[in-house]
T-cell receptor
Framework: KNEVEQSPQNLTAQEGEFITINCSYSVGISALHWLQQHPGGGIVSLFMLSSGKKKHGRLIATINIQEKHSSLHITASHPRDSAVYIC???????FGTGTSLTVIP | NAGVTQTPKFRVLKTGQSMTLLCAQD?????MYWYRQDPGMGLRLIHYSVGEGTTAKGEVPDGYNVSRLKKQNFLLGLESAAPSQTSVYFCASSHGQGVTGELFFGEGSRLTVL
């Protein structure tokens, strides 16, 4: 049983497409995290949100606390967005297994 | 700015050998974490610390020990390495939890146990 579930597991998109990655969680959380991991690379924090919506450049994250669901959107996707995107929540940080995104030029 | 630094980056061990991974952060964070990342699985919490001198078990603590003698350092020890401990280990730190809990990760340490 995973406390945090992501979908899809893998995603391939053409450059310029709008992308959505979903995250559902069963644990109680005070904040949900979206992280990015490039191949062979480290992990960086993209967003931390407890309600509503946040936007950084072409990335948008939303959360619905009542439905225990969050989404990460990428507008006008670019090959450099190719990475694994991970959502995490809970004070001890339960992690999803990640969504591997490939953006094709 | 160094952020979170892990050493070593790579290590190969024989079964039964011991080693220590060092995590150092220069952001004065209270919370520090050790995770392991295995193919097809999400990051799993091994141990964590909520302040200097404190440690607590996470989801997969067996076979590991930790210490936090100084606020900036969090050590992960393997007393008798096993092939099942072959993994990539990530250290992370945060100021707090919840809305103050933005995570900062080290670059990872790849450990192979033969």
């Amino acid at each position: 049983k995973n406390e945090v579930e992501q979908s899809p597991q893998n995603l391939t998109a053409q450059e310029g497409e709008f992308i959505t990655i979903n995250c559902s969680y069963s644990v109680g959380i005070s904040a949900l995290h979206w992280l990015q991991q490039h191949p062979g690379g480290g992990i960086v924090s993209l967003f931390m949100l407890s309600s509503g919506k946040k936007k950084h450049g072409r990335l948008i994250a939303t959360i619905n606390i009542q439905e225990k669901h969050s989404s990460l959107h990428i507008t006008a996707s670019h090959p450099r967005d190719s990475a694994v995107y991970i959502c995490a929540g809970g004070n001890q940080f339960y992690f999803g297994t990640g969504t591997s995104l490939t953006v094709i030029p | 700015n160094a952020g979170v630094t892990q050493t070593p980056k790579f290590r190969v061990l024989k079964t039964g050998q011991s080693m220590t991974l060092l995590c150092a952060q220069d952001m004065n964070h209270e919370y520090m974490y050790w995770y392991r990342q295995d193919p097809g699985m999400g990051l799993r919490l091994i141990h964590y610390s909520v302040g200097e001198g404190t440690t607590a078990k996470g989801e997969v603590p067996d076979g590991y020990n930790v210490s936090r003698l100084k606020k900036q350092n969090f050590l992960l020890g393997l007393e008798s390495a096993a092939p099942s401990q072959t993994s990539v280990y990530f250290c992370a730190s945060s100021h707090g939890q919840g809305v103050t809990g933005e995570l900062f990760f080290g670059e990872g340490s790849r450990l192979t146990v033969l």
